[in-house]
């Protein structure tokens, strides 16, 4: 029976997401956990969110400044605080993305009044609303929202602070002096003292550090050799602070693996491996096509305004995320044998055509449905499926953007589908992760080029104690699926669910209707080692399971 499985996980890995002998006959999908066959535990730092000083994040999303009339917490929107924080942020990656890269540290510290105002590197981005007012922070950054303030959003929300330094426009000294400004022990240097008087005297002990940010493209245009010589540079010799400072490489634009291959090479042969701790890897969901294109804005499709093509493309192009974990996992092997590095998955989500920002100013704003939620659920499902490679993950990006949990504007707020996909998936963090099996016909679709498949169904399971939870994405646009469960090594005393569905898959919360997509909540109806559940089409569940 094991090694009949083990041929089903291989033949699931090549693609083949569907084997007939493990449907059930009496119901349309099958899903096996296997209790004692533990993966890794789930980093919490998986459920992570990445804040970028581009349009609508920062200004408006999170600093309202002290004075405002939103309420706020020292300048930051308290709802939004309020609201990340019950979700469990593990980790918030800042200041960018692309921006990080132009950003000097040393313009968003000290008194406020006092800081300078400097163009953002997104100011001259073509994807600009017409409409959008030019001359605001958005465009001309005031620096009122710095490391202090980044770091207090941390602690209000409770997550660490995964700082991103700029490796293309400073030096090496700038980085060291920055990890010295926030991780300096307290009376021991000028920059400690700074923090001091700052309003910071304890040291904020920053761990994570992204060395520069997509340094194939707008970090630098680095060949993979001359990236891995600025990465060693930069790292070298850091004090640490008593922090275990984990330094995370600029890793490879989805599943470049010449890149991956040619940096850990150069870096092996420097005998060097150790100085890493992760390797980052951007994936976007964006080309929904359909074959007919691979222009990055021509390929684009809508948000809101997507038919049954568009709808699977982008699901299609998410899922991927599976293969590309697999095969850079492997990539990173050839060298890192013993896989000291982490894999950090630091940017992820959908990105559409500019047309549906919540506000003019929210450069890449874009509404966010049950298809977004959908595509939420698969990727998480695939990191705890990988638990034992990937170390963090960030998904892009936190409010007013590409796929945001929150849209914040002046005195208006409201959380996307994608925010309950989140939360219902925060009782993963820091549980076992379960292998599972899955048996369920792939989807298949009409596209321009040929026929697109997609996988029937998606899970994940872990457990913490003796409750299982199990999440199930089913990305059918229109078949609700009745699915068999059935637990290897264990039997449920009782079960209770959380779905988020909607009739129609366009569905979307906005300030007008914050409330058009919300989780229901059920008791799942029996008990023991199997059980059944009937998923809706576009849904996004969690089935949680007190065991014996
Ligand atoms: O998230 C938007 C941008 O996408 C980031 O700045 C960059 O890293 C990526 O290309």
Redesign the pocket.
């Known amino acids: 029976m094991q090694s009949n499985r083990r041929e089903f996980l291989r033949a699931a890995a090549a693609g083949m997401a569907y084997a007939a002998g493990l449907r059930s006959a009496a119901n349309d999908g099958l899903i096996e956990v296997l209790i004692d066959e533990p993966i890794a535990t789930i980093a919490p730092e998986i459920y992570g969110h ?1 804040v ?1 000083n ?1 349009g609508g994040v920062v200004y408006d999303g999170i600093w309202v400044g002290e004075d405002s009339k939103v309420p706020n917490i020292g300048g930051l929107r308290k709802q939004l605080v309020e609201a990340l924080r019950r979700v469990s942020p593990p980790v918030i990656r800042w200041p ?4 990080a890269d132009s950003y000097d540290w040393r313009d968003g510290v000290g008194p406020r009044d006092k800081r300078p105002k400097r163009t953002n590197f997104w100011a001259g981005a073509g994807e600009w609303p017409k409409n959008a007012r030019r001359a605001g922070p958005q465009h001309y950054d005031p620096n009122q929202f710095g490391t202090i303030e980044f770091t207090r959003f941390c602690k209000a929300t409770g997550a660490q602070p995964y700082f991103a330094a700029n490796l293309r426009g400073s030096t090496a000294q700038d980085f060291d002096r920055w990890v010295e400004y926030c991780n300096a022990p307290a009376g021991a240097t000028t920059l400690a003292d700074q923090r001091a008087a700052d309003g910071e005297r304890e040291a904020l002990d920053v761990r994570y550090w992204g060395v520069g ?2 340094a194939w ?2 970090g630098g245009s680095f060949t993979p050799e001359d990236y891995a010589t600025e990465f060693l540079r930069f790292t070298a010799w850091v004090p640490g602070y008593n922090v275990p400072l984990a330094f995370v490489g600029s890793g490879p634009n989805g599943n470049d693996l010449d890149w991956t291959q040619r940096f850990f090479t150069k870096v092996e042969q420097k005998g060097e491996l150790g100085r890493m701790w992760g390797w980052s890897m ?1 994936h976007y969901a964006w080309n929904a096509s359909g074959g007919r294109t691979s222009d990055w804005s021509a390929g684009k499709g809508d948000a809101l305004r997507f038919d049954a093509e568009q709808y699977y493309e982008i699901l299609r192009e998410a899922y991927q995320m599976d293969s590309f974990i697999t095969s850079q996992w492997t990539a990173m092997g050839e060298r890192d044998r013993r896989h000291h590095v982490k894999l950090v998955v630091d ?1 992820w989500g959908a990105w559409y055509a500019p047309g549906t920002e919540p506000f003019a100013e929210a450069l ?1 704003g874009q509404q966010s449905t049950m298809r977004d939620a959908v595509l939420a659920g698969l990727t998480l499902d695939t990191f705890n499926r990988h638990a034992d490679k990937v170390g963090l993950a960030a998904v ?2 936190l409010v007013n953007c ?1 796929q945001s949990l929150f849209f914040a504007h002046e005195d208006q707020f409201c959380v996307t589908p994608t925010y309950h996909v989140f939360d219902m998936y925060k009782s993963h963090q820091g549980a076992r992760s379960l292998r599972t099996m899955t048996g369920a016909p792939a989807i298949s679709y009409p596209r321009h080029e040929g026929t697109g498949t997609l996988v029937g169904l998606s899970c994940s399971a872990s457990l913490r104690g003796k409750t299982l939870t199990l999440t199930v994405t089913n990305p059918s646009l229109d078949q609700a699926r009745e699915v068999e469960i059935a637990l290897r090594g264990a039997t449920a005393t009782s079960a209770k669910t959380v779905t988020l569905a909607a009739a129609d898959p366009h569905a979307h919360n906005s300030f007008a209707n914050p409330h058009a997509v919300e989780p229901r909540e059920e008791a799942l109806q029996g008990s023991g080692a199997r059980l059944t559940h009937r998923f809706p089409p576009a849904s996004v569940t969690k089935l949680e399971l007190s065991l014996v």
């Open positions: 990445f970028e581009l960018g993305g692309c921006f940010n997509e493209g707008c951007h940017e890449l892009a990006q590409l």
